[in-house]
C-alpha cells in the first residue's frame, strides 16, 4: 500500500479498536458508577461508525456514469465486496451463534436485510444505502446548492430524533433510527468531497482544530449526563446519534486529516489491524462473549476498566490470530472475498 494510504488504515485500525471497546464497555457496567464511567467512555469512542462512513466516502473511485453497464459495474464492485461477506457471516452466525432463530425463516429475511443477524450488522445496511446514491451524490460535488442539500441531510435527522425523544416522548429504538442513511451521509459526502481536494486543512488551523476537538469532547459528555440525569434517556445519552457526538466525530476527522499532511509514519499496529478491520468487524461480537466468559470467571466483573480493557485488547488480538490463520488455510483471495478477512 503506498505511504499516502496507511494513514487510512491507521485510522480504520483506530476506528475498529473504538468499535470493539464501545461493546465491550456496556458489560458489567449496572452500577451508577460504572455507567458513569461507561458513559464518559463512551463519548471518546463514538466517532467510529462516523469515521468509517467518512474513510468509505474517500476511497469512492471516480466513474463516468453515461450507460447503463457503468452503473452496474460499479454496483456490481463495490456491493460485492461487502454483502457477500455479510451474507456468508449471517449464515455462520445463525448456525453456530445465534441459534433462537428456529428456521423461522421470515424472520431472518428480515433480520439479514435490517442488520439485525448481529447489532453492528446495521452499518452494512447503511453503507448499501450509501453506495446506491453514490453516483448521484458524484455529480452533485460541484454545486454549492447540491452540495448543501446533501450536507443538510443529516442536521435534519437529527433535529427529528431530537424532536420525537424529546417532545414527543417516543423513543425510536435500535437500530431504527440508525438505519437510514440520512443520518450518515453527511461524513460519506465529506469523505467524497476531501478526496476531491474539496475539504482541506491549512497548517496553521492545527491548534486550532486541537482545541476544537478537546472542546467537542466535553460537549459530549456534558449533553450525555444532561440527557442521562434530566430525561433519564441512557441509550440516546451513549449514542453516537446526537448532535454532539457528530461534532466531535467531525472533528476528529478534521484532525486526522490536519495530522495525515504533518506525517507519514504510522504505527505498524494500528496499519495491521486497520487491514483486518472489516473481518473484525464482522466476527468480534461472539469472540467478545467469549473473552468476557474468560474474564469473569478470573472475578474481573468487579473491576470494569481493567475487564474493559482486557477484554478489548483480547478481543482485537484473537480476532487477528483468526484472520491470519484463516488466511494461512484458505488464501488472501479467497478470505477477503468470501469472508471479509
Not at 460499479?74 to 455462520?92: A, D, E, M, T
Not at 421470515?106 to 447503511?126: E, W
Not at 449533553?223 to 472533528?251: G, H, M, P, R
Request: charged share 10%; glycine share 4%; net charge positive.
Amino acid at each position: 500500500m503506498k505511504n499516502k494510504d496507511l494513514s487510512f488504515q491507521a485510522l480504520r485500525g483506530i476506528a475498529i479498536i473504538a468499535v470493539v471497546a464501545i461493546h465491550a464497555s456496556g458489560i458489567n457496567n449496572e452500577t451508577e458508577q460504572n455507567y458513569g464511567l461507561s458513559m464518559i467512555f463512551r463519548q471518546l469512542l463514538n466517532f467510529a461508525v462516523p469515521a468509517f462512513i467518512f474513510i468509505s466516502g474517500y476511497f469512492t473511485p471516480s466513474y463516468e456514469f453515461t450507460k447503463l453497464s457503468d452503473y452496474l459495474d460499479f454496483y456490481q464492485k463495490r456491493l460485492s465486496r461487502i454483502l457477500i461477506p455479510y451474507f456468508s457471516w449471517c449464515i455462520l452466525i445463525i448456525l453456530f451463534y445465534k441459534q433462537n432463530y428456529q428456521w423461522n425463516w421470515s424472520k431472518i429475511i428480515i433480520d439479514v436485510i435490517t442488520g439485525q443477524i448481529l447489532g453492528p450488522y446495521y452499518f452494512i445496511i447503511v453503507l448499501v444505502q450509501l453506495i446506491l446514491l453514490t453516483p448521484l451524490m458524484l455529480t452533485s460535488t460541484k454545486s454549492i446548492v447540491k452540495n448543501f442539500l446533501w450536507l443538510s441531510l443529516s442536521p435534519l435527522s437529527l433535529l427529528g430524533l431530537y424532536f420525537s425523544r424529546l417532545y414527543l416522548h417516543y423513543d425510536v429504538r435500535f437500530p431504527w433510527y440508525a438505519l437510514p442513511f440520512t443520518v450518515w451521509v453527511n461524513f460519506y459526502y465529506l469523505g467524497i468531497l476531501a478526496t476531491q481536494s474539496q475539504l482541506t486543512i491549512k497548517n496553521k488551523n492545527f491548534k486550532k482544530i486541537i482545541l476544537i476537538y478537546i472542546g467537542s469532547i466535553f460537549l459530549a459528555i456534558l449533553e450525555a449526563f444532561y440527557l442521562w440525569k434530566v430525561y433519564n434517556l441512557t441509550a440516546f445519552a451513549d449514542s453516537q446519534i446526537k448532535a454532539s457526538s457528530f461534532f466531535s466525530s467531525f472533528s476528529l476527522i478534521l484532525l486526522f486529516l490536519a495530522v495525515r499532511k504533518k506525517t507519514d509514519n504510522w504505527p505498524r499496529f494500528l496499519i495491521i489491524i486497520g487491514e483486518f478491520s472489516f473481518g473484525i468487524y464482522l466476527f468480534h461480537i461472539p469472540v467478545l462473549d467469549l473473552m468476557n466468559r474468560i474474564t469473569n470467571k478470573f472475578g474481573f466483573q468487579n473491576f470494569w476498566i481493567a475487564q474493559l480493557l482486557i477484554n478489548s485488547c483480547g478481543v482485537i488480538a484473537l480476532c487477528c490470530l483468526v484472520i491470519v490463520a484463516v488466511r494461512k488455510v484458505t488464501s488472501v483471495q479467497f478470505s477477503q472475498k468470501y469472508l471479509g478477512m
